[in-house]
């Protein structure tokens, strides 16, 4: 079945670990973005990325770090520099540019850091 | 920054039809006008979008005013597994195609 995936579900680590969130579509889709969400909360853009190989910063970039080697995944890292990294993360993809086609998301990972 | 702003929450009655509004004062030309719904501990579903025109599908209708400064979704018969909270964004075509998030309204459906 066509869709984006994020692993795993719930993950746990302890305070001062860096921790790595996986996404991955296999819709061939271009665009790929990360959100976090805290409780009760709206979802904020942590990173976005249009294309292979570039990404840009969304409004709460500090503390996290992406990559995009590949079109089909876009794994985040939770670093130990960002201070209350306890929340429900989300992972979106979309065709990129048209504005007119909808984003597809995740059933997002939820990190506990103790 | 969102572009979008909502109510927190809103309740209907089960049954009926359920009107959210959103407010897209400063919305440009070519931006579009979408909703999600995002059910407890899930991620968003999405529900519909349009330019300009009113739009309607399985979920739901879309409505925009003639200036595209504000827009309705309308639910024609709310039922308790609408409970949920639902997101208005604009979202630009083009290079910077960033998606931001507002807060959303909290929808109550009330048996």
């Known amino acids: 079945d066509g869709g984006i995936t994020q692993s795993p579900k719930y993950l746990f680590r302890k305070e001062g670990q860096n921790v790595t969130l996986s996404c991955e579509q296999n819709?061939?889709?271009?665009?790929m973005y990360w959100y976090r969400q805290d409780p009760g909360q709206g979802l904020r853009l942590i990173y976005y990325s249009q294309i292979v190989n570039d990404f840009q910063k969304g409004d709460i970039a500090e503390g996290y770090s992406v990559s995009r080697e590949k079109k089909e995944s876009f794994p985040l890292t939770v670093t130990s520099a960002q201070k209350n990294p306890t929340a429900f993360y989300l992972c979106?993809?979309?065709?990129?540019?048209?504005?007119?086609?909808?984003?597809?998301f995740g059933q997002g990972t939820r990190l506990t850091v103790v | 920054d969102a572009k979008t702003t909502q109510p927190p929450s809103m309740d209907c009655a089960e049954g009926r039809a359920a009107n959210l509004p959103c407010n897209h004062s400063t919305i440009s030309g070519n931006e579009y006008v979408y909703w999600y719904r995002q059910i407890h501990s899930q991620g968003p579903q999405y529900i519909i979008h349009?330019?300009?025109n009113n739009e309607t599908n399985e979920m739901a209708s879309l409505i925009i005013t003639e200036d595209r400064k504000s827009s309705t979704l309308i639910l024609p018969h709310a039922t308790l597994r609408d409970t949920a909270v639902y997101y208005c964004?604009?979202?630009?075509?083009?290079?910077?195609?960033?998606?931001?998030f507002g807060k959303g309204t909290r929808l109550h459906i009330l048996p």
């Open positions: 964004i604009v979202r630009v075509k083009g290079r910077d195609d960033k998606i931001i």
């Open positions: 349009g330019l300009k």
């Open positions: 819709l061939n889709h271009d665009a």
């Open positions: 979106a993809s979309s065709i990129a540019g048209r504005g007119n086609t909808e984003a597809f």
